[in-house]
Nanobody
Framework: QVQLVESGGGLVQAGGSLRLSCAAS????????MGWFRQAPGKEREFVTA????????YYADSVKGRFTISGDNAKNTVYLQMNSLRPEDTAVYYC????????????????WGQGTQVTVSS
């Protein structure tokens, strides 16, 4: 049974930083892509970033480029999302997701999801 467990969300002032973690278990993820998505109230779930475990390639939404960084620790089966220069518009529930194969920005192509962690950025 695949499990993804996020942690690290919270309340931060604009301009601040947070680091989210996603611990994965239940299978070998070496050929998987791990992604982060977010969903604000009343809005669709949107792609934030993804990393391909096998090659280490990373992908970012334009809205977070230069501010967010995704990384992975293979030994711990954990993916991190370092978020800097946070803005009020980054406020959302952040979800970790996994899919077999190459990266996708479409949430419907991810097979496994975490429960989500709330990130709130105050102005």
């Amino acid at each position: 049974q695949v499990q993804l467990v996020e942690s690290g969300g919270g309340l931060v002032q604009a301009g601040g930083s947070l680091r989210l973690s996603c611990a994965a278990s239940g299978r070998t993820f070496s050929s998987y892509t791990m992604g982060w998505f977010r969903q604000a109230p009343g809005k669709e779930r949107e792609f934030v970033t993804a990393i391909n475990w096998s090659g280490g390639s990373t992908y970012y939404a334009d809205s977070v480029k230069g501010r967010f960084t995704i990384s992975g620790d293979n030994a711990k089966n954990t993916v991190y999302l370092q978020m800097n220069s946070l803005r009020p518009e980054d406020t959302a529930v952040y979800y970790c997701a996994a899919r077999s194969g190459y990266s996708s920005t479409y949430y419907g192509q991810y097979n496994y999801w975490g429960q989500g962690t709330q990130v709130t950025v105050s102005s």
